[in-house]
């Protein structure tokens, strides 16, 4: 499985954008990116998910390099509701979804 | 809504004894998926079904068992022979597992604890 990479741990202040990065040096030409978040005690939720081109929704963009081999969710401003823990994740048919530790974002007002 | 159900949310059991969560959806998907989770720790999968009466071993699978004999349920069975088996289980559930652009639904989890 192609695997990523996420820095354990990052900061933001409210209302300020956040950039929360994912390496995939590995990725393939089929794996999709996907992006989820957990908040304590619950299940993970969907956020975004891209192949080539960046993608924007009601929740994040995701920017994905020319290479693909990182990405950067993005949250245009951050709010206390959106502290939790992100996973960046890689996606093909062949793919048992693993999920790594994840970035945990904190949000300060 | 449609939805995954995990019931109970919390269960608590004495050592030696099975124990089955439950996993029900109403999305029509026909993925199903069972991962587990520890403390500060990712998602680690037990058991994935891609269809009905079918079902793949995950990357922990050792001490669990499940079933899928109709689409919307896929129920896990935690046996005595899991040797931590004191965790936040999540079932998550897709369109398909062929269809890699399709995200996940999750379910709100079962702790188990098991003294």
């Known amino acids: 499985d192609a695997k990523t990479t996420q820095p354990n741990s990052m900061e933001s202040n409210e209302e300020e954008p956040v950039h929360l990065p994912c390496n995939h040096s590995t990725i393939s030409g089929t794996d999709y990116i996907h992006w989820y978040r957990q908040l304590p005690s619950q299940g993970p939720e969907y956020v975004i998910h891209g192949l080539t081109s960046n993608v924007n929704n009601r929740m994040a963009s995701l920017a994905i390099a020319e290479d693909r081999k990182s990405s950067t969710l993005i949250l245009h401003r951050a709010t206390l509701r959106d502290a939790a823990v992100y996973y960046c994740?890689?996606?093909?048919?062949?793919?048992?979804?693993?999920f790594g530790t994840g970035t945990r974002l904190q949000v300060t007002l | 809504d449609g939805g995954i159900t995990q019931s109970p949310k919390y269960l608590f059991r004495k050592e030696g004894q099975n124990v089955t969560l439950s996993c029900e959806q109403n999305?029509?998907?026909?993925?199903m998926y069972w991962y587990r989770q520890d403390p500060g720790q990712g998602l680690r999968l037990i058991y994935y079904?891609?269809?009905?009466?079918?079902?793949q071993k995950g990357d922990i699978a050792e001490g669990y068992s499940v079933s899928r004999e109709k689409n919307e349920s896929f129920p896990l069975t935690v046996t005595s022979a899991q040797k931590n088996p004191t965790a936040f289980y999540l079932c998550?559930?897709?369109?398909?597992?062929?269809?890699?652009?399709?995200?996940?639904?999750f379910g709100n989890g079962t702790r188990l604890t098991v003294t």
């Open positions: 998550a559930s897709s369109i398909s597992r062929q269809r890699h652009n399709s995200p996940l639904h």
């Open positions: 994740i890689l996606r093909d048919t062949a793919s048992k979804l693993t």
């Open positions: 999305l029509n998907h026909d993925a």
């Open positions: 079904s891609q269809i009905v009466n079918d079902f």
